[in-house]
């Protein structure tokens, strides 16, 4: 069978997986939608409302940072008659069960070995597919809204794929795949989506082009990643005109001026020493909302995403979610505002990793930022740190959460998920073992442990880790 093939047969699985609990929330005239704090359990979330909405059913959004026997009870305590967890929920299956709650769960991450049968469990990973990298969490509650109208709620498709994006579904690659792409497709049919190859540094929708340089990362380009003098003075070599009546951003340049900057790019990237893999991805697929204006954070679903981690990990997922259901005005400026702080809280977080330093073990790699970082978005600054970190160890970040805990972010990359790597698992394990939990998937996965328990648990992890390489 082709690879297309299986994926269309993973589809019809979990579509047919859709229909009952579609049938069982049009009984319904109240739903509790249970989701997680990033972009993509806003999406999801978002996706749920959306579809309850235009059935007419009342919903109530309820978000956690991670869904564990605390945030299960309060669950369990609005008593609900039906409960749909998106973006979370496949990790505590027989835990939702324990409480009696009906629930439908759909989500992406590594489910749990589990006894209990909720009402309903809409799971890549139960058609054998990856939840990384076929289908996000967004993507999963899509499925499921569009059971809910079939032919209907195809526009939901933009706000599944800035979900995924915003997981970072598209990375591995440079464009989305597997049952992503089939919901790209969806998006593309419906004129809700478009997508192209083109650069893909952040910010092609509302930065000056010389920022977009200066803030690149991946790839990091020495003697222009965070210099911006550097910056305008490359630009201004290449001939490019920086601005007209305001700067210029990179959906204002020509297609010509757009390639003399990437050819002059991969000279200075491969002069400066720059490896040709990380070049490669200097250009791949970006994903454009067609329903939304050009020049703004949500024209793009990188830069959405962004926008929605910036509220929802602030504790502000309500603002999140009213801009994903269609508020432009107040929500918007809310947000706006909020991604500034969080950009500002993601430079500094990088420069305290710079200054503070890695500590290598035998196979895994670490910093503590202790309270310096919020836990919410130290996932994000330990992802980004790679920068400047060894890439063949994974790299987990701690911080202390508001409660006093440990919280645990591991990050891993696509070639050491080749080699055997599988982040959920060893951390489910590593913090199961100290009295914690965690879980996520093989190259991004999270964990709460004991602060006492730092030690053991990163010896657990260094073994596990090795273990899972040497395979
Ligand atoms: O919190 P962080 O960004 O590090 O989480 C990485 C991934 O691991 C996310 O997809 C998150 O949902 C998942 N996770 C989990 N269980 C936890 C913590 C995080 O499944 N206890
Ligand atoms: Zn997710």
New binding site residues.
Partial sequence: MTDAAKTMEKLAALCKLAQEPAQAIRRHNDILVVS?V?ADGLTAAAIMCKALERQGINYKPLFFR?LDEAALNLVADQGSDLVVFT??GS?MINEICERGIRAVVTDH?KPAVCEARPLAHINPHLVGADGATQLSGSGTAFLLASALDPGGNQDLSALAIVGAVG?LQDMASGHLLGLNRQILEIGAKAEALSFSRDIKLFGRQTRPVYKLLEYSQDPYFPGLSGNEDACIAFLKEVGIRLSGEKWRRWIDLEQEEKARIVTALLKKGLRSGVDNAKLERLIGEVYILLAEREGTELRDASEYSTLLNATARYGHADVGLQVCMGDREKALQEAQKLLGEHRQNLVNGLRLVASSGITALKNIQYFDAGDAILDTIV??VAGMSFQMADRSRPILAFATTPAGDL?V??RGTQDLVRSGLDL?DALSHSAHAVGG?????NV?????IPPAAKQEFLELMDSAVGKQLCR
């Avoid at 939990?437 to 998937?441: A, D, K, L, N, Q």
């Avoid at 991004?444 to 709460?448: E, F, L, V």
């Fill in positions: 997680h990033d991670q973006d979370l990790g991450h997981d996932g994000i919280k972010s591991a959920a939990v965690g879980g996520g998937h991004a996965a999270g964990a709460t």
